[in-house]
């Protein structure tokens, strides 16, 4: 069983930074997408940045130039660097890795960490 352990939540004020990591407990974590998605109140979970196993990041427009997503395959850890944090940025935070196709029939597998509650406020 694939397990990811997210950490780094908390509070913050606005303009403050945040950094969320999420321990992977399998290798494959080395070959397959990783990401941060969230969970506003209220609201859909929606993507805030992936990394592919080469590297290769993508944002959402909302988070472009203030957060930074990588990966240290070592320890099958992916991180997401949080700067200027917004009151609107406040959302459970969860992680996913979203494994390479299975050589048989294509299938990819979706993996969730348990969320990580990120609170921005005064």
């Known amino acids: 069983q694939v397990q990811l352990v997210e950490s780094g939540g908390g509070l913050v004020q606005p303009g403050g930074s945040l950094r969320l990591s999420c321990a992977a407990s399998?290798?494959?974590?080395?070959?397959?997408?990783a990401g941060w998605y969230r969970q506003p109140p209220g609201k859909q979970r929606e993507l805030v940045a992936t990394?592919?196993?080469?590297?290769?990041?993508n944002y959402a427009d909302s988070v472009k130039g203030r957060c930074t997503i990588s990966r240290e395959n070592a320890k099958n850890t992916v991180y997401l660097q949080m700067n200027g944090l917004k009151p609107e940025d406040t959302a459970v935070y969860y992680c996913?890795?979203?494994?390479?196709?299975?050589?048989?029939?294509?299938?990819?597998?979706?993996?969730w960490g348990q969320g990580t509650q990120v609170t921005v406020s005064s």
């Open positions: 399998t290798t494959i974590f080395r070959a397959s997408t």
């Open positions: 990394i592919t196993s080469a590297g290769f990041t």
């Open positions: 996913n890795i979203r494994t390479p196709p299975n050589l048989r029939d294509g299938t990819r597998n979706d993996y």
